[in-house]
Structure formats: C-alpha cells, structure tokens
C-alpha cells in the first residue's frame, strides 16, 4: 500500500509486499514502489536464479541506479554481491542476468 504523510507535503511511502507485480520477461518481475514528477521512479526487480534480460537494457534518457539488496547480479560482465551500488550513466547499456537469483533497488532519477 502507499501512503502519504498526514503533516508532510511530498512525503510518500509505499512497501514491495502491496506493490503490483509485473512480469517483464521470462523469471524477472519488477514491483513499482514510486514515480515522481519528470518521470523519476524506484522499484524492485526480482530476478529468479538463471533469469537473462531479453536484448540489451540501454539506460535512455537518464541513469540507471542499482543497490544489489540479496543474491548475485550480474551485467553481463561481472558479478555484483548483495550490498553492491552501480551507477549506469546515461547512454551506457548492459545485459540483466543472474545465476544465483538476486533481488535489486532500481532508481531512474530522470526516468
């Protein structure tokens, strides 16, 4: 469920448990916990064990940011463990994968 605070203008919150679940390909599922004005948003994206993103995830027109919250992410040149932050700046590209499954922090700071 998301929320609001009561004496905080702006303020939202919102939990992954009550988030709708989408499934983007084939073992991969993203939750959207937020999207703000501009087109910024946050999510989770939950990749079962050997799940692969289907073509090549191009970061376009901003940013991608990651924090690897469990598992092993990989993209599609290294491994990042649980606690891993990456920034993908605009333009970059990589290959979503996992071997070991992973659950990961996605924030598009300019969408």
Do not use: K
Not at 1 to 18: F, H
Not at 41 to 57: C, F, H, K, N, Y
Not at 74 to 99: E, K, L
């Amino acid at each position: 469920m998301a929320g609001t605070g009561p004496d905080m203008p702006g303020y939202v919150w919102s939990t992954v448990g009550d988030a709708p679940v989408r499934e983007l390909f084939p073992g991969i599922r993203q939750r959207p916990l937020w999207r703000g004005d501009g087109g910024a948003s946050a999510q989770v994206l939950e990749m079962a064990p050997g799940s692969r993103w289907e073509g090549i995830d191009v970061h376009d027109p901003g940013p991608e940011e990651v924090f690897v919250v469990s598992g092993v992410f990989n993209d599609g040149h290294r491994d990042y463990p649980a606690g891993s932050f990456i920034h993908a700046p605009a333009g970059s590209s990589h290959v979503p994968q996992t071997t070991t499954g992973c659950t990961l922090f996605v924030f598009y700071p300019e969408g």
